[in-house]
C-alpha cells in the first residue's frame, strides 16, 4: 500500500504542471487553434517546440508571440495577438508548449 501511494504521488508531482499548462492553455483559448500533436489553424505543439528545440531565447520569443501575435513563420495565416495574456502566463505557456515531445 505504502508503494502505491509513493507511485501515485509522485506520478501526480510530474504530471500536476503538464495538466496544469494544459488547462491554462485551455482557458487562454490557445487549443481553439492548436493541438499537440496535429496541425490545427496554427502548428501542433510538438511542431513548435521541435523547431525552436535548443534555442536560449525561445522561451522569451515565443512569450511574445503569444502576447503580441506573429506571422510569417508557419504560412500565411497570422497568429492574433492575445490581450488576456500576461507575461507571467505567456512565459508559462512558451515553457510548457517547449516541453512538449
Known sequence: MKRTLITLALS?????????DLALATAKSCMACHAMDKKVVGPSY???AAKYAGQKDAVDKL???IMKGGGGVWGPVPMPA??????ADAKKLAAWVLSVK
Do not use: D, R
Open 12 to 20: 501526480l508531482s510530474v504530471a500536476g504542471p503538464a495538466m496544469a
Open 46 to 48: 510538438k511542431e513548435v
Open 63 to 65: 512569450a511574445g508571440k
Open 82 to 87: 492575445n490581450a488576456q495574456v500576461n507575461e
